[in-house]
C-alpha cells in the first residue's frame, strides 16, 4: 500500500491544480480575457431612448457616447470604437431614422462578414 507515497503526493497535486483552474476559469471568461470573444451586443430598444419604434441620429450617437463613458469608467480598452457603424450605415434606407428592420438587417450583414472573415 505505501510503494508508491509519490503518486498519492502527485494526484493529490494533479486534484489541486485542476480545481484552481476550474475555478478560475468563470472569473477569467467574464473579464473578457478568453479567446474568440464576440463584442457585447445591444438590442434595438436599447438605442431607441424615447421608444417611438425609429432612432434618429442623435439618439444613436448619444447612446455611443453614453457607452464609451461606461466602458472609460469601468477602465475597459476603447479598442476598434473608430471601427463602430455610423448612423449611415445603419438608415439603410436613407430617411434619416432607422428601424429595428433596418438594425436586424445590419447586424446580419456583419454576422455574415464575420463569419466569412479569413476565409479568402
Same mark, same amino acid.
Given at each position: 500500500?505505501?510503494?508508491?507515497?509519490? !503518486?498519492?503526493?502527485? $494526484?493529490? $497535486? !494533479? =486534484?489541486?491544480?485542476? @480545481?484552481?483552474?476550474? $475555478? /478560475?476559469?468563470?472569473?477569467?471568461?467574464?473579464? &473578457?480575457?478568453?479567446?474568440?470573444? *464576440?463584442? +457585447?451586443?445591444? @438590442?434595438?430598444?436599447?438605442?431607441?431612448?424615447? &421608444?417611438?419604434?425609429?432612432?434618429?441620429? +442623435?439618439?444613436?450617437? =448619444?447612446?455611443? =457616447?453614453?457607452?464609451?463613458?461606461?466602458?472609460?469608467?469601468?477602465?475597459?480598452?476603447?479598442?476598434?470604437?473608430?471601427?463602430?457603424?455610423?448612423?449611415?450605415? $445603419?438608415? !439603410?434606407?436613407?430617411?434619416?431614422?432607422? /428601424?429595428?428592420?433596418?438594425?436586424?438587417?445590419?447586424? &446580419?450583414?456583419?454576422?455574415?462578414?464575420? /463569419? *466569412? =472573415? &479569413?476565409?479568402?
Amino acid at each position: 500500500m505505501h510503494a508508491h507515497p509519490w !503518486l498519492r503526493a502527485f $494526484l493529490i $497535486l !494533479l =486534484a489541486v491544480c485542476a @480545481t484552481v483552474v476550474f $475555478l /478560475s476559469v468563470p472569473a477569467y471568461a467574464e473579464d &473578457g480575457h478568453h479567446k474568440n470573444r *464576440h463584442q +457585447e451586443r445591444h @438590442t434595438y430598444t436599447d438605442i431607441d431612448a424615447d &421608444g417611438d419604434g425609429q432612432v434618429n441620429a +442623435e439618439e444613436y450617437y =448619444a447612446f455611443r =457616447a453614453a457607452r464609451m463613458a461606461e466602458r472609460a469608467k469601468a477602465g475597459r480598452k476603447m479598442k476598434n470604437a473608430a471601427n463602430r457603424p455610423t448612423f449611415d450605415d $445603419l438608415d !439603410l434606407d436613407g430617411d434619416g431614422n432607422f /428601424s429595428a428592420a433596418e438594425f436586424a438587417a445590419h447586424q &446580419g450583414d456583419c454576422a455574415k462578414d464575420r /463569419s *466569412h =472573415a &479569413g476565409r479568402d
